[in-house]
């Protein structure tokens, strides 16, 4: 693995840089090494059970002060900016099915954690965001549903309906990650509390205890053949399922409110993570090249090849700086200012690592498809993400009308 300075460029503190480089030596002393072990237990120890060797490095990264490294300046996080977190997801998303959980910094847990942070009450940080904070448990967030096109929020047809001192909550909910892991306690469900109100307020949030009657997991979804155990994607049907109303996030209404200020940290999550993932799909292509012979010399000096890792470093280093102006003005002028920048690294993060991945597929040849190397999972999980958090045509729809807005009026002045 390269070394480069991270922050070039960025004014970021000391502190920040110290805990990059001991998370840097960690991943190289821990978790590079153990990917292939990590797999052997998922397969061998039942889908979906919790991993040994996962929980082992978890408690070692927290002894050493490496966790919940994703919550900016909060008094339950390690106090990082978002501009100063983003190179250690970055390092994270090298190796994406099994970094960030270690660190106590994977989806959607973070995105929950935040929004417990930012809109829960105390008795609801008590129950769920401690343990959340110590990776004693998971979480899911069931927003998704298969019977609207869920690109638009305010289809969503799941109902929270007030009786008494409850909610009674129904639906029916899919890609729900997490919600196959026994260690998955509680999911955060968006549901109409009010059909009648205006579009956006007509959406509330609720925490929904897994295991309260009439919640049910129906079957496991795979992304491209893969199961993602232990964690994997959910469908989950939610009938007349009765929680306290003190369950409710933030009060009647909200929703909307909160799954924005939730998504926006989650997607550039995701977009520091993409980073990384194209980083080490470039690195295994450059070192795959250089050590096969095609026609009588490396592949490393065919001149298609060489033009191919060219444009790999361009596109990786254009993306990387993008997420890192994102992530400077979410410190600077907060995440709503910073939505257009939010949007464009959205839309442009999972296609440059699908870029960077396929061309690093076509360099293995047959092996690039296998499982001996991890680009067709790593692809897998980089396509996905032009759907996840928002399809590519909703953010593109966001930012040409942002940048319309500059205009209008100035054709009739």
């Known amino acids: 693995m390269s070394v480069e300075d991270p922050y070039a460029g960025f004014q970021v503190s000391p502190r920040a840089r110290e805990i990059y480089g001991r998370l840097q030596a960690f991943m190289e002393a821990h978790v590079y090494p153990n990917e292939g072990e990590f797999q052997r237990q998922a397969e061998a120890g039942g889908r979906w059970q919790p991993v040994a060797l996962l929980e082992e490095l978890k408690a070692g990264a927290r002894a050493e002060g490496l966790w919940n490294l994703f919550l900016p300046e909060s008094e339950y996080g390690a106090g990082l900016s978002n501009l100063e977190y983003a190179p250690m997801a970055e390092l994270m998303g090298r190796s994406v099915d ?3 959980e270690v660190f106590n910094c994977s989806a959607p847990d973070t995105g929950n954690m935040e929004v417990l942070v930012r809109y829960g009450s105390e008795e609801q940080k008590a129950r769920w965001l401690r343990p959340l904070l110590a990776g004693e448990m998971r979480s899911c967030f069931a927003m998704t549903e298969p019977e609207v096109a869920s690109s638009d929020a305010t289809n969503i047809r799941a109902s929270i309906r007030r009786e008494g001192d409850e909610y009674v909550v129904n639906g029916r909910k899919w890609w729900t990650s997490g919600a196959g892991d026994p260690r998955c306690k509680v999911a955060i469900f968006m549901g109409k509390t009010d059909p009648g109100a205006p579009k956006h307020r007509q959406q509330s949030m609720i925490l929904v205890p897994l295991d309260a009657e009439g919640v049910r997991v129906k079957r496991m979804l795979t992304v491209y ?29 909200r929703g909307f409110e909160i799954a924005q200020g939730r998504l ?17 799909a470039l690195e295994l292509t450059c070192r795959r090249v250089s050590e096969r012979v095609a026609f009588g010399k490396p592949l490393s000096a065919q001149g298609t090849v060489r033009a191919e890792i060219a444009r790999s470093r361009m596109e990786i280093e254009q993306a990387r700086l993008l997420t890192l102006k994102a992530a400077l003005m979410m410190d600077t002028v907060g ?22 991945l396929d061309r690093a597929v076509q360099a293995h ?10 680009l067709a999972a790593m692809w897998a999980n980089a396509r996905t993400l032009r759907l996840a958090d928002g399809p590519d045509e909703v953010h593109t729809e966001a930012i040409a009308r942002m940048e319309l807005e500059k205009y209008e009026g100035a054709a009739h002045d």
């Open 98 to 100: 099994f970094a960030p």
């Open 335 to 356: 995440n709503k200012a910073a939505r257009r920048e939010i949007a464009m690294i959205k839309v442009v993060a999972p296609n440059v690592a699908l870029a960077v």
């Open 225 to 253: 053949g893969y199961d993602h155990a232990p964690h994997g994607h959910a469908e989950v049907t939610f009938e007349n399922v009765r929680v306290p109303a003190s369950n409710i996030l933030l009060g009647e209404g």
């Open 264 to 280: 926006g940290p989650g997607r550039i999550h995701h977009c520091m993570r993409l980073i990384g993932m194209a980083e080490r």
């Open 365 to 374: 040849g047959g092996a690039g498809v296998s499982a001996d190397f991890p």
